[in-house]
């Protein structure tokens, strides 16, 4: 006779081997034909990738000249890693001072109106990220309408080349690009605080900065955390926004390492390489993520 709760244990896995097959055929064999380009080898005739499929006779010959010109005397990948870094530090941070106000506006104040600010916040995702920047490709232009603004509308000369690259104008870039994907989880993270939790907070004495800063700020932690997770992990692999706003070795970023590689067949190994070392990179945070979610589904 079976057990009344042997049905349920076998429901819930049933029900994730779908997503686990979407995981194995999606990720788990796409990653591995990335290491097999990466520690494949190379045609003799034709200098194209050959993908090595058996782990014992992988050749580490393209991971080795990609690590060892990293750092040290011939370290020319070294400043696009770490100006990525820095980008996507700066950019997160902005993307997170804009984000938390107007999210928090629409959480708490949003009240009859909080359905037609939700349509306006989603409004960007309509629209194809290359358009938004196309858009701003023809505003920043010398003629375009930011240096009018600038200039009040001609009473003062300004003549600003925006797109002759400059590292402020990919920042500018990467934060309106991705700003709305860290508006979204802290919604959504404000709007799961209970109000009477606030209430409270205020019946004890706490101001309103007292009350944010002890309840609604600690609260929303989790939310933060997944909203940069969220705008980051894409800004480390984005080349578009750098090659299409500046176009300059001097604001080049990791995600042009691996477009450049992968765009002669010769350096491919090298692109997969790079993927490789993205994919370690992001896994730290991701990882640090799920710990935290963790430790606050525990508290």
Known sequence: MARPGGRSKALWPTLALPGVAWLFVLFLIPLYVVLAIAFGTLDPIFRSPVPVWNPLQWNFSQAQYVLTHIVGANGFYGPPILRTAEFVVIASALCLLIAYPVAYYVARYGGKRRGLLLVLLIAPFWISYMMRMLAWVN????????????????????????????????????????????????????????????????????????????????MSKPAIIAGLLIVSLPMVGDYFTNDLLSGSPNTAMFGNLINNAI????????????????????????????????????T
Do not use: C, H
């Open 139 to 218: 505003l920043l232009q010398t003629d375009g309408w930011v240096n009018k603004a600038l200039s009040l509308g001609g009473l003062f000369p300004v003549d600003i080349n925006w797109l002759n690259g400059r590292p402020l104008t990919v920042l500018f870039g990467l934060v309106y690009g991705y700003v709305p994907y860290m508006i979204l989880p802290l919604y959504a993270g404000l709007d799961r605080i209970q109000p009477s939790l606030l209430e409270a907070a205020r019946d004890l004495g706490a101001s309103k900065w007292q009350t944010f800063r002890r309840v609604t700020l600690p």
């Open 263 to 298: 765009s002669s067949p010769e350096t491919t190994a090298q692109g997969a390489t790079f993927v490789i070392l993205m994919f370690v990179v992001l896994l730290a945070p991701m990882l640090y993520y799920v710990r935290s979610t963790r430790a606050e589904e525990g």
